[in-house]
Nanobody
Framework: QVQLVESGGGLVQAGGSLRLSCAAS????????GAWFRQAPGKEREFVAA????????YYHDSVKGRFTISSDNSWNTVYLQMNSLKPEDTAVYYC?????????????????WGQGTQVTVSS
């Protein structure tokens, strides 16, 4: 059974940094993609960032470009999200997602596996 376990969330002041991790177990992801989505209270889930397993390309929501960086370890087992210059509007539950094969990077329904979510709270 595939499991994605997120860690690294927490409470931080505006302007601070956090690093989220998403470790996969139960299977090896050879290609596909890894991504982070977030959902704030009362809002729909939105795409944050994605990384391609084959070419290593990265994709970001406009609101996080230049502040967030998505990466993975060499084994493609763990995906990270480095978040700098955090703002109160970044407050949300952040979800890790993984998919196999080729599909959209930006759409949640394209991802096969999801983590349980980790809370990120940015105080002003």
């Amino acid at each position: 059974q595939v499991q994605l376990v997120e860690s690294g969330g927490g409470l931080v002041q505006a302007g601070g940094s956090l690093r989220l991790s998403c470790a996969a177990s139960g299977r090896t992801f050879s290609n596909g993609a890894g991504a982070w989505f977030r959902q704030a209270p009362g809002k729909e889930r939105e795409f944050v960032a994605a990384i391609s397993g084959s070419a290593g390309g990265t994709y970001y929501h406009d609101s996080v470009k230049g502040r967030f960086t998505i990466s993975s370890d060499n084994s493609w087992n763990t995906v990270y999200l480095q978040m700098n210059s955090l703002k109160p509007e970044d407050t949300a539950v952040y979800y890790c997602a993984r998919r196999t094969g080729a599909a959209s990077y930006y759409t949640g329904s394209a991802y096969n596996y999801w983590g349980q979510g980790t809370q990120v709270t940015v105080s002003s």
